[in-house]
């Protein structure tokens, strides 16, 4: 119940603003969504990778973040992967898919989460 007031919370600031509210036991920070360049999975943890090479641990798992960032630039790739859609460089055809972004970072599309992907491409 806390952690779905929390989500609708930041959802909400997230929609005035673009920004995102990220928590770890050591700090709390206010992000702009254009910073963020991709999110990764590590257990039941997420961090949060930026544009200027930074990266910050949350304590909440990457499904959390999934739904949070629902309609806007960023979208799930992989079980492990959510990307901002403004730091994708190239894209890998074959067996596996993969995608480059800006910091040169390949990640893998899973091959459940191709056509997702493309169809987001083609509406954003």
């Known amino acids: 119940m806390m952690e779905d007031l929390e ?15 990220l928590s ?20 039941c943890y997420t961090i949060f990778y930026f544009n200027n090479n ?9 499904s959390y973040y999934s739904k949070l ?3 806007s630039d960023f979208i799930r790739i992989h079980h492990k992967y959510i ?10 055809n074959g067996t596996p898919f993969k995608i480059k972004l800006s910091s ?6 899973t091959r459940f ?3 997702d992907f493309m169809n987001f491409l083609f509406i954003n």
């Open 7 to 21: 989500l609708l919370e930041n959802k909400k600031m997230n929609v005035l603003s673009k920004k995102i509210v």
């Open 24 to 43: 770890s036991h050591k700090s709390t920070i206010v992000v702009d969504l254009t910073e963020i360049e991709y999110l990764s999975a590590n257990g």
């Open 54 to 62: 930074n990266e910050f641990v949350t304590s909440k798992p990457i």
């Open 69 to 71: 960032l629902e309609n």
């Open 83 to 92: 990307i901002n859609i403004k730091y994708l460089e190239e894209i890998f």
């Open 104 to 109: 040169g970072k390949i990640l893998p599309v």
């Open 113 to 115: 989460k191709k056509n």
